[in-house]
Nanobody, 122 residues
């Protein structure tokens, strides 16, 4: 069983930055770690994912060039650096893990954190 705990959310003005962290514990093997977000009334959508073994990354088009996913395997932690934030980035952000291959599809991820809120004001 994998436990995931997110941190780093908060409120920021448009153009600002935040860094989210996701600490994994328990049975920490996973093939892929991802970040998803869900705004009120919308579907949960994939934001970024990273292969834990090779570091290959994937991004949603809406965040390419602004967000960066990274990992620190020694700390069992995955990060999401978010720059040039926009009001449309406002959502609950979730960390997720899967033993399957990396795809930005929530159905492939079996382990989820509780989420951390990100609010971007204009």
């Amino acid at each position: 069983q994998v436990q995931l705990v997110e941190s780093g959310g908060g409120s920021v003005q448009a153009g600002g930055s935040l860094r989210l962290s996701c600490a994994a514990s328990g049975y920490t093997y996973s093939n892929c770690m991802g970040w998803f977000r869900q705004a009120p009334g919308k579907e949960r959508e994939g934001v970024a994912a990273i292969y834990t073994g090779g570091g290959i990354t994937y991004y949603a088009d809406s965040v390419k060039g602004r967000f960066t996913i990274s990992q620190d395997n020694a700390k069992n932690t995955v990060y999401l650096q978010m720059n040039s934030l926009k009001p449309e980035d406002t959502a609950m952000y979730y960390c997720a893990a899967t033993v399957l291959s990396c795809r930005l599809s929530k159905d492939r991820f079996g382990y989820w954190g509780q989420g951390t809120q990100v609010t971007v004001s204009s």
